[in-house]
Structures are given as C-alpha cells and as structure tokens.
C-alpha cells in the first residue's frame, strides 16, 4: 500500500454479507496489482454522493449491487450497449473522472460455462425467473446462439416483458409461460438446458425447488442453478441424481468479479487452473459450504 | 478484507508522494484493526464532493494534507477547539454520516518530544516560520507552558500575526523578530529551545539553514527540526557539531499520524518500543534515509 494504490469498492444495501471484497482482494494479490476492494454500505438516496465521490476522489472502480444496479444507470457519463438494453450496471469505471457504466453478468455467466458452452447453440432453454439476473442470462443466452427460450415465473407480465427483451437481443423463438396453463412436464422433458435464475433453493427456501415434474430429467439435460449458496440446491440435487449434468452459480459469480477487475485495469487477468482451484476453495471456506 | 473493513485515506493535491498509507497500514497491521487506508488525489474543487462522498460511502477517517487543510474545515459538521483557534484540520472523523474535524499536529509534536518535554516548561523558544506547521507548534507550545516564544519569519507580517495567536494560546510572552533590526545572535544564544517550522533544509534547500550565527549554540540548547528529510539538516548538524541536544520531525509525523488512528477507533493504542523501532526504521527505508 502506497499513495499510488488505486481504490476499488462494491456499494450496496445491505452490504455487509458481500463477498466480494474477499474475493477481489484475492484476485488483486494473485495478479500483484497495486490495489485495495473495500465495501461501502450506500443507502439510495446517498448514491449521487456516492459517485461523485467516486470522481472527486479518484476511486478507479465501482461493483453495483442490490438495490442499486438500475439506479447507478442513471449517474454514469457512458453506457456501454449492454447496460443500455439491460437498464442496470454492475460495474462503474473512472477514467479520469469519466464515469462508464458496464455490465459483467453476462459475461460471468457465458466464462462459467466452459466447455458446456457448446451445449446452447441452437438449444432451447427453459429459463425460471425474469428479475435482474434472468434478464443477464437472457442476453447471455442470445450471445450463445440458443433457438428458443421460455421463460416461466410467478410474475407472468414480468416473464412477457423478458420474451419482448429476449426477443430485441436476437432470440426470436422466445416466449414467457403462464404455469397454470403451459404443459410444464412436456416443456421440462423437451428443454435441453433449465436454468434457474430465481432465489428459490437459497436460504430461507433452501427445501424448495422451481422444478415440478423431476421425474422427467434424464442424462441428457444440464441444470444450472445462479444460486451458489448452498452449493447444491435440491434443483441441482434432484437433476444429478437423474444423471443430468449440473453447475452451481459459483463460477458466474467469480466471472463476473474478475471481468469488472479487467474492464478496471485493461489487463487479461487469466487465472491457472490451479488458481481456479483454489480460489474456488477459498470461496466455499468463505460461504461454509462443504460439498 | 471483507465487507465489514473500514476504509480510511488521505486526501491532497499532490498526494504521490504522501508516506501516510504506509505508515498508517503499518499501524493497522499491527494493532490488527479491520481497516485499510488509502490516498486520493483531490483537487480544491473536488473537496466539497469529496466530504459529501466520504457520508455517502462511511469512509471512516480522513487525514487532510496540503492544500485542503484550511478549506476543509468549511465542510466538517463539527470542528473541535483546536480547530477553531488553528483554522485548520488534518484529521475527518465520520460517525454515522456526522463529519467533526480535528487538528493531530500538535499532539503530534508534544508526544514526539518524550522525556524533552520538560525542558519546555518555563523555556524561551526560538521559532522559525510562521506557517500552518508553526502555527501547531505554537499551540502545543502554549500546553508545555513555555515562557517566551519569539518568531522568526522572513515574512514578517506573518510571524506579528502567529505572535497575536499565541497570545491567544495563552503565551504572553509572544513576539514576531523583525530579521535585520532583531539582534539574532543574542537571541539565539539566550534560547533554551530553537525550532525549525520552515521547509528550508529540505530538498531543494537541503544545504541551506535558517540559523544565522551557529557559533553561539552551546551544549544547553535544544534543537528540533518538523524537517525529517534529509534525517539531519544542515540546522541540526551544527547544532549537534556544537554538543547540542536535536530532534528531527519523524517522530512528530509518526505521533500525529497514529493521533488520527486513535482518534477514529476511539482506541487507545500504543505502540512499545519495540514496535516504534520497527516503525522508525521502516519509515527511514521508506524515505531512503541512511543515518
């Protein structure tokens, strides 16, 4: 730590459970940048404040979280297209007191997929939940060259509002659910990748799973669940057991951590496979995950 | 690091080459504190914004070098008493978004004198400079209960104005020297204590002295320099060639430094003497000073 050390910081409310300082500040000593990830607890209307806080005093970058991902839009100086047809951020970059807005959950989501990459062209994808998240995924799963998407959430007019959005990034097979009346077992059975991207499976619903008809899911299917916490949801539980292939949202989580530290310092920033593995160690020590 | 870290900085303008995120990390290592701290860049017109974002974020100190130290105390919500005689702070605390200001520097100076403290009591100083740093000495002149205080400035309407505010701090006995008509050598030789408050004898000036007739120090005198770069001075050479007890300005800038820390962790904090020869020798390294 020196007077050059540049300042890097995730801002949300609440903030305290972040992970996200333990992690960036991983990555900061693996790749020996002079840098330091702090934590700021930003209330809403304290956010303008916040930003320009972050010009006047030079902080290099800026994580968004909850409830602040759409708001932040708002108060950049650029938008990168992403964030333009997802309407939220995550990630604020200062270049000399101009302020870009991006978004790097895409990109998590696309780096965790590795070699199952290949499984999602011209796939058709059932997709549960159409929050903030699920709109990531849906532009991600555009980029990837899926043939259909559906989409089937509680909130039906929310799930009609993300086939139109799916539909503008190039997924004209795209179409929400409305779950009493869509045959779901068939869908299920049909769908080559599920992907959950509601909170269900995550404390308090740690029991509960999106999933109706389990039964169905065979080998050939792939289950991904966003929710890394536990690091086995009964939806991922249930498809395993089934043969299915399966992936927890750990990776999106780190890919997207680790892109904003790229977009920030211009650098590659590619971790060994051995650094992977440890990083994802450190990361269930740090969720107390066992698995 | 986690999300429960505390982030403190300095702020300035330059504030490349500020030591404080050394030695304050230092001190966080060492008193094993959840906090980092960091230096900003901040320009005079970025320094309301600065303030607003420090409440924004719950940065929770602010140390305040050149050229903020005056201007700042226009945006603190509270200023403490030695704030409001000196005009100036170099410490922002923040408790719960609620900013009070703080002045550690002449803290800083009394604590730095260690057993030569007594020597101030009832003691005629000689004091070069008139500027924000002399102004700190004054005040923790007046709290050792020195006797007479004289100014020595080149400029000269500044030195009558210190004289004034020592006066106020409680020294009657204070009066600016007008340099060609004061009679310095007698001055000189009749001080118990003689001070340098001025940036002569720092690079580019490091072959320069304020002291006129060196001939007449005598093994009795004290003399301290705020100087610590280069660690002995050209006016604490002479002073030391002649038996003279000297003082350099480290321990003033480590006292000052730690008086920030303790005064937003509202922890007592002391280091031993083995931790303050560590601390000595890592901020010479860090300074590039062999003595």
């Not at 159409?130 to 989409?151: E, F």
């Not at 795209?174 to 077992?185: D, F, N, R, S, V």
């Not at 499976?201 to 509960?208: I, S």
Request: proline fraction near 3%.
């Amino acid at each position: 730590m020196n007077a050059s050390t540049i300042l890097y910081a995730v801002i949300g409310d609440p903030i305290q459970h972040s992970l996200s300082p333990a992690m960036q500040n991983w990555f900061i000593e693996q790749f020996r940048l002079n840098a330091v990830y702090a934590a700021f607890h930003v209330r809403s209307e304290d956010l303008r404040a916040c930003i320009d806080g972050m010009r006047a005093m030079g902080i290099g970058g800026i994580n968004v979280t909850v409830p602040h991902k759409e708001a932040v839009v708002a108060w950049a100086d650029e938008l990168a297209d992403d964030v333009r047809l997802l309407g939220a951020a995550n990630t604020l970059k200062n270049s000399d007191g101009h302020i870009s807005a991006h978004v790097t959950d895409p990109h998590g989501f696309e780096e965790s997929l590795g070699g199952h990459a290949d499984r999602f062209k011209g796939a058709s994808v059932l997709l549960y939940g159409a929050g903030g998240a699920a709109r990531s995924v849906a532009y991600a799963l555009a980029k990837l060259g899926v043939r259909q998407l559906l989409i089937a959430e509680v909130a039906v007019q929310k799930a009609f509002e993300l086939a139109e959005l799916a539909k503008s990034f190039g997924i004209k097979n795209a179409a929400a659910l409305q779950k009493p009346l869509a045959p779901m077992k068939t869908i299920l059975a049909n769908a080559h990748i599920v992907i959950n991207a509601t909170p269900v499976g995550m404390h308090p619903w740690h029991e509960k799973t999106v999933v109706d008809y389990p039964d169905v899911i065979t080998v050939d299917h792939f289950f991904y669940d966003l929710v890394y916490n536990p690091g086995k949801t009964r939806f991922l539980r249930e498809a395993e057991e089934r043969g299915a292939t399966v992936q927890n949202g750990l990776d999106m989580l780190i890919f997207q951590g680790l892109h904003s530290l790229r977009l920030w310092t211009e650098q590659e920033l590619r971790l060994s496979t051995g650094q992977f593995n440890d990083l994802r160690s450190f990361m269930k020590k740090l969720l107390g995950i066992d698995e």
